[in-house]
């Protein structure tokens, strides 16, 4: 073998070892990122994860989770959030985890309770749950974080819940930017409350309002969509809980209740969705407790199913299966 075929064949070693090195750092868990496939539902099934928040930007879908403790709970236990994303429904990335509740200094004894993402003016805003404590707002300068409290303090508290008397009122919140710009903000547990954010959305724009309507039996997750014209709002009734949803022609109502959307997810007392259109299809995210065999209300996982219109655009009630959905190409 002559000199410039050996440097060739250690040249080829040499990239090998880098790739592979690449590899295992690509495909780690920790502090690095996680490659993984989902293979039907649950999409995720090395971690347990709740309350499914989900926004597309560009060719990627970015889904952001609650993060429940290992199996076999007799309690809820989150401290931090998790973020993974997509670009195929198939193919997933998971990174270092972008917040836990200890980065808000005013509510570390608090819980990493339901949580909601979204982009405005090049940047990323996290609004979370603290349980007990309100709803807090980080920002980071990428989609995947790390993320940083913004305020130093909650944006929402027990005191902007007027119609509410339990400690874990001010939780679930869901942000909903509409067509003329105008960014909104709605939250509750039993009660479900409204606002508008400032442009720079980290201050309450005006008055908070409570939705009430004709057979709104609210218990929480409200979540904002908009689709050929028409406002959706879904959000957890009852308990255990369904998904029920109800349509308007403007964001701040009136709304008329339209029914049931997703029945009971199996093994779980909680249902909390996202609905997001994504490559042309629309999908509902939730979460059950199906990881077997320690899979439960208090460990939970986060599914994918389509989500379909009739020609009258009110909603198909969301058919929950195993199989999940198709990879895009």
């Avoid at 909601?116 to 990428?142: C, F, L, M, P, Q």
């Avoid at 959307?261 to 299809?281: D, P, R, W, Y």
Wanted: charged share 20%; with cysteine; proline share 4%.
């Amino acid at each position: 073998m002559n000199l410039r075929i050996k440097n060739l064949v250690r040249g080829i070693a040499t990239l090998l070892g880098v790739f592979a090195v690449f590899t295992a750092y690509c495909q780690s868990d920790g502090d690095n990122l996680y490659n993984f496939e989902s293979n039907g539902n649950p999409i995720i099934t090395h971690k347990y994860t709740a309350d499914p928040a989900a926004w597309v930007e560009r060719d990627t879908l970015w889904l952001y989770t609650g993060h429940d403790f290992a199996g076999g709970q007799k309690g809820y236990k989150l401290k931090d959030w998790l973020v993974f994303s997509t670009t195929d429904m198939k193919n997933w990335t998971e990174y270092p985890v972008p917040l836990k509740i200890s980065d808000f200094s005013w509510a570390k004894s608090g819980d990493a309770y339901a949580a909601h993402v979204v982009a405005r003016n090049e940047k990323y805003y996290w609004y979370v749950s603290t349980n007990w404590s309100g709803i807090g707002v980080a920002v980071s300068d990428r989609p995947e974080g790390p993320y940083k409290d913004a305020l130093g303090k909650p944006l929402l508290t027990n005191d902007d819940c007027f119609d509410s008397q339990h400690s874990w009122a001010c939780i679930d919140p869901a942000i909903f930017i509409d067509d003329d710009g105008q960014a909104w903000i709605f939250w509750g547990n039993g009660q479900c409350y409204y606002a508008k954010l400032k442009e720079n959305m980290i201050e309450i724009d005006g008055e908070i309002k409570r939705i009430n309507f004709e057979g709104f039996g609210f218990t929480e997750a409200p979540w904002i969509h908009k689709h050929n014209g028409k406002y959706y709002l879904t959000y957890a009734s009852g308990f255990p809980e369904k998904i029920s949803y109800a349509m308007s022609d403007n964001v701040t109502g009136p709304w008329e209740y339209k029914g049931i959307l997703n029945e009971i997810a199996g093994n779980s007392n909680t249902n909390h969705q996202a609905i997001v259109e994504f490559k042309g299809n629309p999908y509902f995210i939730y979460h059950n407790g199906a990881i077997q065999t320690d899979g439960s209300s208090y460990s939970r996982s986060v599914c994918i199913d389509r989500l379909y219109y009739n020609e009258d655009n009110t909603l198909k009630r969301v058919q929950m299966t195993t199989e999940g959905v198709q990879k895009l190409k």
